[in-house]
Every structure is written in structure tokens, then in C-alpha cells.
């Protein structure tokens, strides 16, 4: 009943296209991101599945039913905004109520609905209030309290935690989760910030420039990236990109990398056949902070790791993980390795290179190496 | 040098206030005179007034004066007094304050908050109506009221006012609109609410602050209006205005500057008094939207 379908939907205003024919299909229950910078067409495509803005050319359908000439409100949504746009002279019960006595919905109804809300979101003692007399966090709950008085078949969610302090996001993102295992109604939610979508989706669908580059879990789009965009905008710190040249050392494809010292040769993983076409050829290759760590004593011998020191330029420490700058080809390139390695700046470290996820980018189209 | 600078301020505060406060007192007391002079002239006998000096309090307080501008004074043939002009110009400067208001809001609901192509330009155009002079539209508006048939009516002077006052109503709905988040209006078409149930609903309820300055502007500017007045009014249901023109241009008889005083006081007493009551919302109105509520 909560499915979304998009087909081939474009919007244009005027002569600019702002979405290019997106298709994406949601199953009902599903929880999906649609994330990218500003300016992607995301926060266009959700008010377009809202209703708020009309469709230029192609299809939406929510629970089978094609809504484009639907109003808003005959659309069976409900929608949370990021400036939770509550009505400032109707107190908080006024504010979940408000739709439901527009719909005339009877006495009896508007009470069930109240304390299922109320109960679900946990704000009995805060109905009697106005919106000016709440926390940000109480009005984000109360926006979300509105959403659900009326048990709509979607939930359209349009930034809703980026007007919120650091840490009561991390709290109402977790709460958002629950809300979700909770009532298992069908989330699209749009935000611009890549941990959260991580943290929260199902799906993430990665929007740039009216496109969508990837759709996929937050895990298959983290370790299989399309292309050089999605690499560089999911995960944080981001992905470290290093131009480099293909060549063929021993029978095996890889490529070379120097750190002002020497050069050393990093070998591709095999799976990896697009590169054999390379060879000579400039690609861009992608290694996430992660992957270069310091080395452990304990571990065994890895095959997929290779080991070199290089300089330190920067130490970023994090707590949980200490942030280490060096460069390769020139380019700055991050690693996390653990704090009881107290690296110095100006140092020399040996670090461990795990091989096993290295991606390989075209430099001209910025597409994935397979 | 910022410790010099504290230094300096702390000793010449004192007699900076001083100054401020000295000019303020000089200046009230400038602003204050006329009024004085008014009140105190006005329960003044005609005996004393002419033997008397200008400033002086009264010997004896009479409200001879008020009763007589408000009853029996003369404008021109009629010696009725000021109480039919007063409640004439009740009778179309209340409704054209409250249509005008009404009409100015739903402006400014629509400029702002359902922008559509060339809802700006408009806006703009209905600006300029700010800067066009009374005199201006006199014989146009002659025209189309006669057109109307609704020359020399109360109905049609309430129309030129409304008309002439929608400009400035339109600009200050839709100044305090523009600060309203369009995502209240998103909101609210959701959960199903229409273009006017959304006006009346949730626009309206958060507008007193506005409505306050537009009553009390267009109040001020419609009850003290003397052009549209004259022109628009028939005889008898001449504006408080014109009647106070009148009757203290009166030449037959003796010049009676009490009841001239009283009477312009009783003419200006209704600006005053929404001036005192809705005063306290006027500023705050005024800056309403400046700081986030």
C-alpha cells in the first residue's frame, strides 16, 4: 500500500532541467535517502511526490496509484519539514490535530489518534503547549507527532534534523530509526549530511546535478562506490583519490605510487579486469582512510596488504581514531591508524595498505575501473 | 587605546546624558505647547481669553465651549454643532479602516505565500500607489464614482478610501508575510487545508501585531483626511474635518477661539485614543519579523 514509483519523471522550469528522468522504485515499508549537495534536485523531487510541485513529464504512483494530478492532500502523505513549520498559535495537541479536523474527522477518532501519538512519541505533558514554548528537539517530536496522527502511506521527510544542535541530531536520528521499526510505514527521506544517510536508510539513492549516480544499502554504496562522485561524498573523512599510471610488474596489473622517499608498487586485485586495457594509461585510484592503518603486530601475514613507511605531514587526532596525513603522488592522502601508535608529524611510520578494496576511477569520465 | 577610550566615556558619560535628556525635555515641551495652549484656552470664558495671556492657566474652568462646539456651534448655516460630522465620519472612516485591513491581509497572503508569475512585478506596481498625491486622482475618482453611482455617498467615500489605502496596507501584509516560512503553507496543504481555510486558519490568527499598525495607520490617515472629504461627502454628512474647517472659518460673529480649541480637540480625540490603546503593538508591530518569535 506504501509502495513509491518513479518513472522516467523529469522537471524542468523554463528551459532548465532540473531532474533528468529519475526512476526509482520503493517498497512499501522501505526506509530510503535520497542524499547529495544542495542543489542536487532532491528537496524538488520529494515536493513533487508530495504534491506541492507539478511533474514536467513522467509518472509518480504511491500504493499503485498514479498521484500526479492529485492534490497534496489526496495523496495519502504526510510530510515533516526542516524548519518544522508548526502553526505558532495552535498549541501542541491544535498542531497534531490539525488535519485531522480538517479531514472532519470525528471526536472520537481525533481522541485515538491523540494518544497513539502521544504515546508513540512520548509528550503527554507537553499537549497543552504552544510551539514557542518547546525545545527544538519537543518541536522536531511534535512536527513528527503531526505526521502520524494521520497514518499516511508515506512519510516524506525533508531535512528534519539540520536545524538541530550536533548532539540532539545523533538523538532524534535514533529515534527516528525506532519511530520507523515502530510503525513500519514507508520513509522517504531527504538530507544532504552522509551519516545520516548511512545511519538511517535502507536504501540510499545519491543524487548530483538532477541525476541519480547510485542507488544501493548504505554498506553496498560505502564499499562498491559507481563512480568518483558517490565515492568522494559517502564516508567521512572521505575517500582518498591519487592519480597514478597503470603499469605490469610480475604478470600483475598495478600501479605506482612514491612518497618523496621512493616508489613503491601497489598491485590491483585481480577481479579488477578493466585495467588490463589500461596499462600506460592515467586512472585515478581510491583508497578510504581506513584501509591505510598502521601495522599490527599480531595480525598475520595478510595477502592483501602490502606495507611501506611514509612521512607524516599532519596528525588530526579524533579520539577514537588518530588521523594521519601524508602524501602520495603529490596528493595528501589520509590514514586512520590507532592513537596508541602516537604518531609525530615529521616522522617516518610504516603503515599497512590493505589492497583488498582498492577502486580504480577513468579519469575522463570519472566512471568505476571494473 | 581601548582603555583610553573607556576612561574618556566614563567620565563624560554623566554629562552626555545630560545633554540627551535636556534636549529631550526641551523638545517635549516644544511638541507639548500647542496642546497646552488648546486645553487650557478651551475651559477658558471668552472674557478671559481676551483679557488674559495666551499661556496662562484659567482662572475658572468652563465647559461651556465643549458643549456648545459639540452642540449648538455653527459651520457655515448649521448650528448643530460637531456630533452629526463626528459620527459621519465614524460611520465610513470604521469600515474603510476594517475593509481596507481585510483586503491589505489577504495582498499580502497572496503576494508572499502563493507567489505566481509576476506576483513581484505586481507588488511593485501596487507600491507606486504609495507615492501618488491625493490631488492626483481627484477628478478620475469623480468620474468613476459617478460612474458607480456612488458619487456623494458615504458608501463611495468609503471606496476612494479603501482604494487609496490598499497600497499601503498591501505593503505592510506583505512585509510581515514575507517572514512567515513557506513550509507552514506546505504543511498545511498537506494535511489538507485550502487557500482560504489556510488564511483564515493560520495566517490570520498570526497577524495582530500587523493589524494593529495597519489599524492604527489607516485610522489616523482616513479620519484626519480633508481632500477626499470635501469633495466626496454630500452636504450634511461632511467629515469631522471639514466641519472643523468650517467652523473655524466661520466669519459672522464673534471669534470664539474656546470653542474653535474644543472643537479641534474633539476632532482629534478618536486618533488619540486609538494611538493610546493600541500604541504598545504599534512598535512592536513595526519591528515584528526582525527578530525570530
Redesign the interface.
Known amino acids: 500500500m506504501g509502495a513509491l514509483s518513479i518513472r522516467n519523471v523529469v522537471k524542468r522550469y523554463g528551459s532548465v532541467t532540473i531532474l533528468k528522468s529519475i526512476n526509482l522504485e520503493v517498497r512499501d515499508g522501505e526506509f530510503v535517502i535520497l542524499v547529495g549537495p544542495s542543489g542536487c534536485g532532491k528537496s524538488t523531487l520529494l515536493n513533487m511526490i508530495a504534491g506541492l510541485d507539478t511533474v514536467s513529464e513522467g509518472e509518480i504512483a504511491i500504493g499503485g496509484r498514479v498521484v500526479n494530478n492529485l492534490p497534496p492532500k489526496d495523496r495519502d502523505i504526510a510530510m515533516v519539514f526542516q524548519s518544522y513549520a508548526l502553526y505558532p498559535t495552535m498549541n501542541v495537541r491544535e498542531n497534531i490535530l490539525f488535519g485531522l479536523r480538517i479531514r472532519k474527522a470525528t471526536a472520537q477518532e481525533m481522541e485515538g489518534a491523540l494518544a497513539r501519538v502521544a504515546k508513540t512519541l512520548q509528550m503527554e505533558h507537553l499537549l497543552d503547549r504552544k510551539p514557542s514554548q518547546l525545545s527544538g528537539g519537543q518541536r522536531q517530536r511534535v512536527a513528527m507527532g503531526r505526521a502520524l496522527a494521520r497514518d499516511p502511506a508515506l512519510f516524506l521527510f525533508d531535512e528534519p534534523l539540520s536545524n538541530l544542535d550536533a548532539k540532539l541530531r545523533v538523538d532524534m536520528r535514533t529515534e527516528i530509526k525506532l519511530l520507523h521499526d515502530r510503525v513500519k510505514t514507508t520513509i522517504v527521506y531527504v538530507t544532504h549530511d552522509q551519516i545520516e544517510a548511512m545511519t538511517l536508510g535502507d536504501r540510499i539513492v545519491v543524487m548530483k546535478e538532477g541525476e541519480v549516480r547510485q542507488v544501493g544499502t548504505p554498506q553496498e554504496v560505502y564499499d562498491d562506490p559507481a563512480d568518483l562522485f558517490v565515492a568522494g561524498f559517502i564516508g567521512s573523512p572521505s575517500m582518498n583519490f591519487i592519480r597514478c599510471t597503470v603499469e605490469s610488474r610480475n604478470g600483475r596489473l598495478g600501479v605506482s605510487l612514491h612518497d618523496g622517499a621512493g616508489t613503491f608498487f601497489v598491485p590491483a586485485p585481480p577481479s579488477i579486469t578493466g585495467l588490463g586495457e589500461r596499462a600506460g594509461k592515467e586512472v585515478i585510484l581510491g583508497i578510504r582512510p581506513e584501509q591505510i592503518t598502521d601495522k599490527d603486530p599480531y595480525a598475520g601475514a595478510n595477502p592483501h596488504s602490502i606495507e611501506q613507511s611514509a612521512r607524516i605531514e599532519v596528525v588530526q587526532p579524533t579520539g577514537p581514531d588518530t588521523l594521519v596525513l601524508i602524501r602520495l603522488n603529490g596528493t595528501p592522502v589520509t590514514c586512520r591508524v590507532h592513537p596508541g601508535a602516537s604518531p609525530k608529524a615529521s616522522q617516518t611510520m610504516g603503515l599497512s595498505f590493505d589492497l583488498s578494496k582498492l577502486v580504480f576511477f577513468d579519469p575522463q569520465t570519472e566512471k568505476r575501473i571494473r | 587605546m581601548a582603555e583610553f577610550a573607556r576612561a574618556e566615556s566614563a567620565g563624560g558619560r554623566a554629562f552626555g546624558r545630560l545633554i540627551v535628556y535636556g534636549l529631550l525635555v526641551l523638545v517635549a515641551i516644544y511638541y507639548l505647547m500647542p496642546l497646552f495652549v488648546m486645553l487650557t484656552t478651551s475651559v477658558k470664558s471668552l472674557e478671559e481669553i481676551r483679557a488674559g495671556n495666551l499661556v496662562a492657566l484659567p482662572t475658572s474652568i468652563t465647559f461651556d465651549a465643549w458643549s456648545k462646539a459639540w452642540g449648538t456651534a455653527c459651520t457655515g448655516a448649521d448650528c448643530s454643532g460637531l456630533k452629526g460630522n463626528f459620527w459621519a465620519s465614524m460611520s465610513f472612516v470604521l469600515p474603510a479602516v476594517v475593509i481596507s485591513t481585510l483586503i491589505g491581509a489577504f495582498n499580502g497572503y497572496v503576494l508572499t505565500l502563493w507567489r505566481f508569475k509576476g506576483s513581484d512585478i505586481l507588488f511593485t506596481t501596487m507600491l507606486v500607489g504609495c507615492f501618488i498625491p491625493f490631488q492626483v486622482v481627484l477628478l478620475p475618482m469623480a468620474q468613476t464614482l459617478g460612474w458607480l453611482g456612488l458619487a456623494n455617498t458615504t458608501p463611495g467615500l468609503v471606496f476612494v478610501h479603501v482604494v487609496y489605502g490598499l497600497a499601503f496596507t498591501t505593503l505592510f501584509f506583505r512585509n510581515f508575510y514575507v517572514s512567515v516560512?513557506e513550509?507552514?503553507v506546505?504543511?498545511?496543504?498537506?494535511?489538507?487545508?485550502g487557500f482560504f481555510?489556510i488564511f483564515w486558519?493560520?495566517i490570520l490568527?498570526?497577524s495582530p501585531p500587523i493589524i494593529v499598525v495597519c489599524v492604527i495607520w489607516q485610522f489616523t490617515q482616513i479620519w484626519n483626511d480633508f481632500l477626499f472629504g470635501v469633495v466626496f461627502s454630500g452636504g450634511e454628512r461632511q467629515p469631522i474635518t471639514v466641519a472643523l474647517n468650517n467652523l473655524v472659518n466661520t466669519s459672522t460673529g464673534v471669534k470664539e477661539y474656546n470653542v474653535d480649541m474644543a472643537a479641534a480637540i474633539i476632532a482629534a480625540l478618536p486618533t488619540l485614543f486609538v494611538y493610546v490603546v493600541a500604541g504598545k503593538y504599534f512598535v512592536r508591530g513595526l519591528t515584528a519579523g526582525s527578530v525570530k518569535?
Open positions: 516560512p513550509e507552514m506546505k504543511a498545511a496543504r498537506i494535511d489538507g487545508a481555510t486558519r493560520i490568527p498570526l518569535g
